[in-house]
């Protein structure tokens, strides 16, 4: 209990989710502040899974390796109070915030997200997630009507290719999982391929025409799905790289990266393919005359396409579970697990 103007004040208290070593959960039961200045409290409804950066920091014990940390950052939920100086938002919005998977979370007001009329809140828990691909296609120079190929449908990629798609992008995808692509088709991804199949580079011959692909964003994170990239860039065409490659590369993959690109005059230097390293755009806010595209103004963009019903972020969702079982989740995605796609928590 504190006391505020003579009266005692119960302090709140969250459930929050860290890593504490190499596959190794733990959820702590902590006191958290009432809202400061220019802060908001916010109750969890639905938190989403980056399987790709939230497996891997469960494996390796944290983001670089042994440090620790918080667990995921794709959270929505209603607005609990406020602080002074905070007049874009009240108690009872339904809101997101990239916070980690926490029953109740503390944010600074600029950080959230009001979701608009219609956004129920597992919609509204993707409003970040899909800002990855609309920063890499706006990275690689992306016009309305080009082809783009993206590589790998995990959570990341799938939603990258609804993205293009929204903009107005003629879309393809590669993915060696036949679940995952069957479930890409579903989503709405025209065309779905195994990089692996003989007949695909027919397939995307024609799906594309004479073209091919203007842009790739790579999601996979594999050195295989990165190669698969290489070779079926053509002349211009803009490579996004969203993966990361977080191991060494196999000897001979890495002998055929060189060989299809600085070692290769006609495929890579005349063709003047380009490489693009994607993250996303800034986090803090900036004045419009020094950055035009945030992260903020990026999940608003989001948000709104979803409430206009342009952009269907749901369909990606294969697993919803109870907050408590988060540690089985990661357990199943750790052992290898490639059912799991889209996983929502639900924290009511």
Known sequence: MTACG???????????????GRRQLELRDEELAEPGPEEVLIRTRVSVLSIGTEVWRYINGGHYGGEGSTCGYNSSGTVVSVGDGVTSLQPGDPVFAPEPHADLMLVK???????????????????Y????GLHALRSAGYQPGDNVLVVGQGIVGLLAALVARMVGARVAALEIDPARRGLAEQAGVATALDPRDTATLNRLDQFFGAPGPDVIVETSQSWSGLLAAIRLARENTRIAILGIYRTEPPD???????????????????????????????????????????????MQYIADQIAAGLLHPTPAIT?????????????????????MLGVTLHWD
């Open 129 to 132: 997630l899909p800002t990855l």
């Open 319 to 339: 697993h919803r579970v109870r907050w408590d079982e988060l540690g089985q989740v990661y357990e199943q995605l750790a052992e290898g697990d490639r059912g």
């Open 6 to 20: 003579g009266r005692l004040m119960a302090v709140p208290q969250v459930k929050k989710y860290y890593v504490v």
């Open 109 to 127: 007001a600029h950080r959230v997200i009001r979701l608009p009329s219609g956004v129920d809140f597992e919609a509204g828990a993707f409003t």
């Open 252 to 298: 001979e993959v890495a002998r055929d990266v060189l060989r299809h690109t600085f070692m290769n005059r006609d495929q890579f230097h005349n063709q003047h393919v380009r490489f693009i390293g994607c993250s996303n755009d800034a986090a803090d806010e900036y004045p419009p005359r020094l950055v035009r595209w945030t992260i903020q103004r990026n």
